[in-house]
Each structure stands twice: as structure tokens, then as C-alpha cells.
């Protein structure tokens, strides 16, 4: 019933933006702290940034902070990532997630972000 739906990757030039967002349903959204994970073709899983229940508490990977925004809507059920300044190695597979414990535990099925010339 869990359901975490991610959208809005697609193909993007160098210096680019697109906006990713993480549909949840099926839980207390509220409740949840939230985090994206992406992984790049080869390359194993990257955490890339959390965000707690109310949106008070975020971090970001150094490989993205001053270039990525990390975000929440609790009233519409959605969480989102605003990349600016993108470049070729944020190429990857993009996921959301809810924590528990500390965990990643339901994840989405994954957005592809593809920054290319």
C-alpha cells in the first residue's frame, strides 16, 4: 500500500536545472523523515540529502550542497529536489525514501537524470 512515486528527471545540458518530486501515499507522511538516494550507471547507492518530519533538519552530500535544495510539502503528501548547476557526474537513477531508524525503508522506483552536451 506504501507507494513513493519520484518525477520530473529526463535530459539536461551541463549548467542546467530540472526539479524532482516524490509522491507518497500510504502512510503518515508527516511522520516520516525523508531522503533522496541516486545511483550512477556502474556505481553503487549515494545518499544525497535528508530532510526531517517538519522540514527543520536537512542535510546534503558535499558533492551537491550550495547546488541542490531539498524540500517538503507535508499538506500535499510530496517531497522534492531543486538541482541548479547540474553536471555530467549528477547523471544517475534518482530515489526517494522514508527513514525509519535511521534506514531507508520504502523507496520509489527511481527517476533518471541524464546531464549530457
Known amino acids: 500500500q506504501v507507494q513513493l512515486v519520484e518525477s520530473g528527471g529526463g535530459l539536461v545540458q551541463p549548467g542546467g536545472s530540472l526539479r524532482l518530486s516524490c509522491a507518497a501515499s500510504?502512510?503518515?507522511?508527516?511522520?516520516?523523515?525523508m531522503v533522496w538516494v541516486r545511483q550512477a550507471p556502474g556505481k553503487g547507492l549515494e545518499w544525497v540529502s535528508d530532510?526531517?518530519?517538519?522540514?527543520?533538519?536537512?542535510h546534503y552530500a558535499d558533492s551537491v550542497k550550495g547546488r541542490f535544495t531539498i524540500s517538503r510539502d507535508n499538506a500535499k503528501n510530496t517531497l522534492y529536489l531543486q538541482m541548479n548547476s547540474l553536471k555530467p557526474e549528477d547523471t544517475a537513477v534518482y530515489y526517494c525514501?522514508?527513514?525509519?531508524?535511521?534506514?531507508?525503508?520504502?523507496w520509489g522506483q527511481g527517476t533518471q537524470v541524464t546531464v549530457s552536451s
Open positions: 525514501a522514508n527513514i525509519l531508524v535511521y534506514t531507508a525503508h520504502y
Open positions: 530532510i526531517s518530519e517538519a522540514g527543520g533538519r536537512i
Open positions: 500510504g502512510f503518515s507522511f508527516d511522520m516520516y523523515a
